[in-house]
T-cell receptor, first 114, second 111 residues
Framework: DVKVTQSSRYLVKRTGEKVFLECVQD?????MFWYRQDPGLGLRLIYF???????EKGDIPEGYSVSREKKERFSLILESASTNQTSMYLC?????????????FGEGSRLTVL | RKEVEQDPGPFNVPEGATVAFNCTYS??????FFWYRQDCRKEPKLLMS???SGNEDGRFTAQLNRASQYISLLIRDSKLSDSATYLC????????????FGSGTQLTVLP
């Protein structure tokens, strides 16, 4: 079974703090994703990576950066957390392929910024 | 207009009922379609793909109507365990980057 592990299930941070969210997958997937999920807005893509050191901005990249130094690990960084970044963050991975619709998600990291 | 729209519900149905959800998409170039299921406080998981000719998986039937630009999910003989949020997913082009999620329809099956 594919396993996508997010390091922290719940975090509480203060405005202006730097926040690291870590994600590790064990199935050698090329694609990795970071989404945030908010009520009524669904899942919105923050960043996408299709290979080590390769990344693409998603729909809402402002205020975020990512790092993919190893194939299995994709990190999301909030350089200076703000209250509007309070959300559920979901990491996912998938095989490459033109119409691969199957993403494997981690359990999510619920971030609260005070 | 959102790229992918779903009725948020909630849909409250008795056990054994048949329930259907629709999901409309705005981009006629959309190529691939999927339904995901998300249990409360859990991550989304793929439920089924949606094929042009329609497809069935046990009590679940998915259909695509390209002319009207919507997909549907029909659940027959609802079980308590079907209670979840159902997300539709659309891929516009061949890139995984182009995967767009609807905001979900909440279903509660009542005893």
């Amino acid at each position: 079974d594919v396993k996508v592990t997010q390091s922290s299930r719940y975090l509480v941070k203060r405005t202006g703090e730097k926040v690291f969210l870590e994600c590790v997958q064990d199935m050698d997937h090329e694609n990795m994703f970071w989404y945030r999920q908010d009520p009524g807005l669904g899942l919105r893509l923050i960043y996408f990576s299709y290979d080590v050191k390769m990344k693409e901005k998603g729909d809402i990249p402002e205020g975020y950066s990512v790092s993919r130094e190893k194939k299995e690990r994709f990190s999301l960084i909030l350089e200076s957390a703000s209250t509007n970044q309070t959300s559920m963050y979901l990491c996912a991975s998938s095989l490459p392929g033109t119409n691969t619709g199957e993403l494997f998600f981690g359990e999510g990291s619920r971030l609260t910024v005070l | 207009r959102k790229e992918v729209e779903q009725d948020p519900g909630p849909f409250n149905v008795p056990e054994g009922a048949t329930v259907a959800f629709n999901c409309t998409y705005s981009n006629s170039a959309s190529q691939s379609f999927f339904w995901y299921r998300q249990d409360c406080r859990k991550e989304p998981k793929l439920l089924m793909s949606v094929y042009s000719s329609g497809n069935e998986d046990g009590r679940f039937t998915a259909q695509l109507n390209r002319a009207s630009q919507y997909i549907s999910l029909l659940i027959r003989d609802s079980k308590l365990s079907d209670s979840a949020t159902y997300l539709c997913v659309v891929i516009v082009s061949g890139s995984a980057r182009q995967l767009t999620f609807g905001s979900g329809t909440q279903l509660t099956v009542l005893p």
